[in-house]
């Protein structure tokens, strides 16, 4: 809410300086978003006398004027306006002067000629007729005779004022007006609050012979005042009053305009004025628009209504969208010349509804959408009515209809001050308290400890003692609240268990060198088609955000991997030749689409890695540390991701159950990406991970025995997998066996085609006794036999 | 013989004293003191001797041996320390070569800046617990005293997923949900993502984080807000950090508050960070509306309560003096190495 602190001015009286008044709001509750001072942007241009007036030589246009500032030398100015005339008075912009039109003006040479600034026109200074008479001429502004060579030219055109944007907040719609915040600033510096005393003259017969009022939907309109007004007599409005329109940011369009929009800014409460004689059959009907009625608004659009929204008809067509913009029809225009006044509450729902299903937003709309009060509608009428009065702007009709279904009652509110108390912490004086509620116009009497609060509906934001609590303290001063220590129970924080394994996990990460990544939650709708994956594969069931920012961001994803693509790419295309990236993050899934109910949220990491260190095998180590740190037993198996390089990805079975799937990037989806260097990626089920109960360590004895270590080199067919090997050792050697070592895979010379050897060393060793030659012959003789049985045999 | 001995004596330390390495010292070792060295054949002489003579010549010789035993050892190690001495000075090294890297990596910068609040919070007894980010109206909106078309939600421009489902817009829902399911006395923190329709800017995102803080218990009073407030800035920002409230407005909070801190880059004195005004805005807070403790079947009359949230990407940005939020989200691993 822009407003002005002369206009302020008018209502209360401010003994301090500007910037001391916002400090005292802003710790009230009102914070400021800006202070512009008027003629900031106008610098350092004064009245200049135009003394001399030579043509240029190498111009035809162009004329060469001395000016007089008031100091002893004149100021050589180049001009190309042509109404200039030697002993005018005109505005000077000198060397290094601003003008609100954001130029800087700076001395220079025109065609060969010094000129020491610029003479300006009324549009160069941004002003209107309104301003100064002749600013709207064509050529420079030519100043009144009596203003005083080398005054500046802020002091001229009365630019003296503030405009202070206060932020007012959703619980305050009532502050959104001039009174407003008057009010409140009458509360802050201690000072007097002057509100206007409507008084009018009218001027007879009966408003019943004009006009009739049918309110049909009390639901969408509790409150309808039509008042009636004759012998318009339009033009503009006073300069004060533009002026404050002006600084609240309206435009001034004629004096019955400027006067429903300054009641609107100085009471909060929207007026609409219809053009009397535009009215068929002389009816006001508040009602619902028709199925497939039309209205075409003052800005000239059509729309076309629906039932849901209110209008005001008259007998034969909506006139106004109700609350949200009046209709072309009934404009009121410089010859109009009789008047219908409204002055309305609208349910705040509706009209945002209505705005926001025809995509308007009006100063009017926005002040219903926030809520205005029904007792302060009839204040509003009479306020307008005393303006029309004052300004001379027409006749008014004796009467009023004023359509409601009963206003509300104050409410009263009984606390103890204890009760205020005890929810501040501040001890503040009882006395104290009864005189804050007073001054915020909440008549408030005290008996023993017990406050008796009347609330008047203006202020429907006080529902209990929360609030006046808060009313108290932000006069009473937040500055006064110390800092304690909370009483009580003795409290130990924790952490939940899924969280302390994801920590673990992130630190094992850290250890093996990779670089946490954060992206969104959501991905362009068609991301997940760089997968390719299958037309039935439930990823691609993926959650649509209805009104996102765009198609880039537009979809829940139901995995990490695109997003982890686009890291590796970005990082791939900046040179940056090595990495290991992971995220932890959800993918959501679906329990149907379209939703109905909250989608399962999964705990999920990715992680990617490249660089000419990196293979496949450095990924399965990631992956095989971050499940036995999560205490479960790994599986291998090959796996079908048509995102991944056919021939080099493996799914993971934790304790039996499927937990990731990784593998080389496939080329394919490589180049989507623009990665043009191999990447390996996994995409882990952290859920899986987190749900496995590690079991607790019980510690083993360190081994008395000495091992035995036995080499086993193998032939066998070149694509038995060597996990298949080790499993044969494994079940050959059984509890003695304790750990096989992979020394070689050799294809080539002396290896037979389609062949290849594989040497493994192999450590047993008992628990009880050193093994004797027999044992491990026993044993070497099951391992070769199992070795046997699936088609390996001993290299001779 | 005697005067044999003491020639044999002589020469041995002469020798030993003149030798120059440990080659010529094990030469002379076996020369003298070896089974066949000069002082071992003395010893063999010894029949010749009566049987009185013989225990003292006997104890010459072994003292003999001892002395030249002992200097060949005193000598070696004086040897072997030199030879180390040198060998060490020739090992001399370029100590300003580049080091070894250990490969490590590093976590998010948001999950530091987290990692960091969440001890804080945990040693002042708060619980760490997490929240759906798909939140129903009821629990987004609705518990937290935002009615539909309250204009409290034009304070949020929320992401809609289907009828009454949205990406939350605060971490404020999961407050909700710990009330349904604790009994006070409460004290808990909900770090999470949050979305709001906010389209791409150095400043703003779509996807950011908060932390959300929840006290209940009998007796809870605004000061207690700011005790726990003061000691949470102190922690981050440094012991001299004055924490500043503003009265302010949130629908699920009455009375609320906008939380300022001293600049921790002038210390409250006014510069370019915080626009000349000592002061940073950090975070909005409020003592839990009466509605929304009896919309978690708590009873405000006996508990009361007070809220918080935490901007932790605003936070992260400013510990580091990142200009520009995408970073955050862009993943440049130069960018990721730096903290």
Same mark, same amino acid.
């Given at each position: 809410m822009k407003i002005s602190l002369n206009t302020l001015k008018y209502y209360v009286d401010i003994n301090t300086s500007v910037e001391e008044l916002c400090n005292k709001m802003v710790m009230a509750g009102f914070e400021v978003e800006s202070i512009e001072k008027q003629g900031d942007n106008l610098v350092n241009v004064v009245v200049g006398k135009i003394e001399k007036i030579t043509p240029h030589e190498n111009s035809d246009h162009l004329q060469i004027c001395q000016i007089n500032i008031g100091k002893d030398e004149l100021v050589q100015i180049v001009t190309g306006a042509q109404n200039v005339f030697e002993g005018a008075l005109v505005p000077a912009a000198l060397d290094d002067s601003y003008l609100p039109c954001g130029a800087h003006i700076v001395k220079g040479k025109?065609?060969?000629?010094?000129?020491?600034?610029?003479?300006?026109?009324?549009?160069?200074?941004?002003?209107?007729?309104? !301003?100064?008479?002749?600013?709207?001429?064509?050529?420079?502004?030519?100043?009144?005779?009596?203003?005083?060579?080398?005054?500046?030219?802020?002091?001229?055109? @009365?630019?003296?004022d503030y405009i202070i944007d206060f932020k007012i907040t959703a619980n305050r719609p009532d502050c959104n007006c001039f009174i407003g915040v008057a009010k409140e600033i009458s509360v802050v510096l201690g000072t007097e609050f002057k509100a206007p005393v409507p008084t009018y003259k009218t001027v007879g017969e009966s408003i019943n012979d004009y006009v009739s009022i049918d309110v049909q939907n009390y639901d969408l309109c509790p409150r309808y005042i039509g008042r009636v007004v004759k012998n318009l007599r339009i033009k503009e409005s006073p300069d004060w009053m533009q002026k404050a329109i002006i600084a609240s940011g309206m435009r001034p369009i004629n004096n019955i305009v400027d006067i429903t929009n300054f009641v609107m800014l100085e009471t909060g409460q929207p007026m609409h004025a219809f053009n009397y004689n535009d009215l068929a059959n002389k009816q006001i009907i508040v009602r619902n628009a028709a199925i497939g009625e039309k209205i075409t608004t003052l800005d000239g659009k059509d729309y076309n209504l629906t039932p849901d929204m209110l209008v005001i008809a008259d007998g034969e067509k909506p006139s106004c969208l109700a609350g949200i913009m009046g209709g072309k029809e009934s404009e009121i225009e410089a010859d109009t010349t009789d008047l219908f006044l409204e002055c309305a509450k609208f349910r705040r729902d509706n009209i945002r %509804? &209505?705005?926001?299903?025809?995509?308007?937003?009006?100063?009017?709309?926005?002040?219903?959408?926030?809520?205005?009060?029904?007792?302060?509608?009839?204040?509003?009428?009479?306020?307008?009515?005393?303006?029309?009065?004052?300004?001379?702007?027409?006749?008014?009709? !004796? @009467?009023?209809?004023?359509?409601?279904?009963?206003?509300?009652?104050?409410?009263?509110?009984?606390?103890?001050?204890?009760k205020i108390i005890e929810l501040l912490g501040v001890k503040v004086p009882d006395d104290e308290i009864v005189k804050i509620l007073n001054s915020l116009g909440l008549e408030t009497t005290i008996d023993g400890k017990t406050l008796t609060t009347k609330v008047p509906s203006i202020r429907d934001d006080i529902e209990g003692r929360a609030d006046l609590a808060e009313e108290v303290m932000r006069i009473y001063g937040y500055d006064k609240i110390v800092s304690t220590a909370m009483n009580g129970s003795v409290m130990r924080g924790r952490k939940l268990p899924e969280r302390?394994?994801?920590?673990?996990?992130?630190?094992?990460?850290?250890?093996?060198?990779?670089?946490?990544?954060?992206?969104?939650?959501?991905?362009?709708?068609?991301?997940?088609?760089?997968?390719?994956?299958?037309?039935?594969?439930?990823?691609?069931?993926?959650?649509?955000?209805?009104?996102?920012?765009g198609d880039e961001y537009s979809t829940m994803r139901t995995q990490l991997t695109t997003s982890l693509l686009t890291v590796l790419a &970005?990082?791939?295309?900046?040179?940056?030749?090595?990495?290991?990236?992971?995220?932890?993050?959800?993918?959501?899934?679906?329990?149907?689409?379209?939703? &109905?109910?909250?989608?399962?949220?999964?705990?999920?990491?990715?992680?990617?890695?490249?660089?000419?260190?990196?293979?496949?095998?450095?990924?399965?180590?990631?992956?095989?540390?971050?499940?036995?740190?999560? @205490?479960? %037993?790994?599986?291998?198996?090959?796996?079908?991701?048509?995102?991944? %390089?056919?021939?080099?990805?493996?799914?993971?079975?934790?304790?039996?159950?499927?937990?990731?799937?990784?593998?080389?990037? %496939?080329?394919?989806?490589?180049?989507?990406?623009?990665?043009?260097?191999?990447?390996?990626?996994?995409?882990?089920?952290?859920?899986?991970?987190?749900?496995?109960?590690?079991?607790?360590?019980v510690y083993k004895p360190l081994p008395k025995f000495p091992a035995v270590e036995r080499d086993f080199a193998m032939l066998c067919d070149s694509d038995i997998p060597v996990g298949n090997l080790e499993k044969a050792i494994s079940q050959g050697a059984g509890r003695l066996l304790e750990k096989i070592e992979l020394f070689d895979i050799y294809q080539g010379a002396q290896i037979p085609e389609g062949k290849k050897s594989v040497a493994f060393s192999v450590y047993l060793r008992s628990a009880d006794s050193t093994l004797t030659d027999k044992e491990i012959e026993d044993v070497n003789g099951k391992i070769i036999k199992k070795l046997e049985s699936i088609g390996a045999e001993l290299r001779k | 013989m005697k005067s044999q001995l003491e020639a044999i004596k002589a020469s041995a330390i002469a020798a030993v004293n003149a030798a120059n390495d440990q080659a010529e010292i094990e030469a002379l070792r076996v020369q003298y003191l070896g089974k066949k060295g000069e002082l071992t054949a003395i010893l063999k002489q010894m029949g010749s001797l009566s049987p009185e003579e013989r225990p003292v010549m006997g104890q010459l010789v072994n003292e003999a041996k001892a002395v030249v035993e002992g200097l060949i050892t005193e000598k070696t190690a004086a040897m072997k320390a030199k030879a180390q001495e040198e060998k060490l000075k020739a090992e001399t090294i370029d100590i300003?070569?580049?080091?070894?890297?250990?490969?490590?990596?590093?976590?998010?910068?948001?999950?530091?800046?987290?990692?960091?609040?969440?001890?804080?919070?945990v040693s002042m007894g708060f619980d760490v617990v997490d929240g759906p980010e798909v939140e129903t109206d009821h629990y987004n909106f609705e518990c937290l005293n935002v009615p539909a078309d309250h204009p409290a939600r034009d304070m949020q421009d929320t992401f809609y997923l289907g009828e009454n489902l949205l990406l939350r817009t605060q971490t404020s829902a999961a407050q909700i949900r710990t009330m349904e399911n604790r009994k006070p006395p409460i004290r808990v923190i909900c770090p999470g993502r949050v979305f709001r329709a906010d389209e791409v800017d150095a400043t703003h995102s779509p996807v950011f984080h908060q932390i959300e803080g929840l006290v209940v218990d009998k007796g809870i009073t605004m000061c207690d807000l700011k005790g726990v407030l003061e000691q949470f800035a102190q922690e981050i920002y440094g012991k001299d950090t004055q924490v500043k409230f503003r009265p302010s407005f949130f629908p699920f909070t009455e009375p609320s508050v906008e939380v300022d801190v001293t600049c921790s880059e002038c210390g409250g004195k006014g510069c370019r960070v915080c626009k000349g005004s000592g002061w940073i805005e950090i975070l909005g807070a409020g003592m839990v509306h009466p509605n929304v403790l009896k919309s978690c079947g708590i009873d405000p009359e006996e508990y009361s309560g007070f809220a918080f949230g935490i901007g932790l990407d605003r936070l992260t940005t400013t510990r580091y003096k990142i200009s520009d939020i995408r970073l955050l989200f862009e993943n440049d691993k130069r960018f990721l190495d730096q903290f």
């Open positions: 025109l065609r060969g000629v010094e000129s020491n600034g610029m003479l300006c026109s009324g549009e160069e200074l941004c002003i209107t007729e309104n !301003d100064y008479e002749g600013a709207s001429v064509n050529g420079i502004l030519i100043l009144k005779d009596n203003e005083v060579i080398g005054t500046d030219m802020r002091e001229v055109l @009365g630019m003296d %509804h &209505t705005g926001r299903a025809l995509g308007i937003r009006t100063e009017s709309s926005g002040r219903f959408e926030k809520g205005v009060d029904i007792v302060n509608v009839e204040y509003a009428m009479e306020r307008a009515l005393q303006l029309i009065s004052d300004l001379d702007a027409g006749d008014i009709i !004796d @009467g009023v209809i004023d359509c409601n279904n009963g206003l509300p009652e104050d409410r009263i509110l009984t606390v103890t001050t204890d302390i394994k994801t920590d673990k996990i992130k630190a094992l990460m850290l250890s093996a060198g990779a670089y946490e990544i954060a992206t969104y939650s959501f991905i362009a709708s068609k991301a997940i088609d760089t997968l390719l994956l299958a037309e039935d594969d439930v990823r691609r069931n993926q959650i649509k955000i209805i009104n996102p920012l &970005t990082n791939i295309n900046k040179k940056i030749n090595e990495g290991r990236f992971f995220e932890i993050s959800k993918r959501f899934i679906a329990k149907s689409l379209p939703i &109905t109910e909250q989608p399962e949220e999964i705990p999920t990491m990715s992680i990617g890695i490249y660089g000419s260190d990196e293979d496949f095998f450095s990924l399965k180590g990631i992956i095989e540390a971050i499940c036995q740190l999560c @205490g479960a %037993h790994t599986q291998y198996e090959r796996s079908s991701e048509p995102y991944l %390089h056919p021939g080099r990805q493996a799914l993971v079975k934790a304790n039996n159950v499927e937990c990731a799937v990784f593998g080389e990037l %496939h080329p394919t989806v490589a180049s989507t990406y623009g990665i043009d260097t191999k990447v390996y990626i996994a995409e882990i089920k952290l859920d899986v991970l987190l749900g496995i109960n590690k079991r607790k360590t | 300003t070569l580049p080091a070894k890297p250990v490969k490590k990596g590093k976590l998010h910068p948001l999950n530091t800046v987290l990692d960091d609040m969440i001890d804080i919070f």
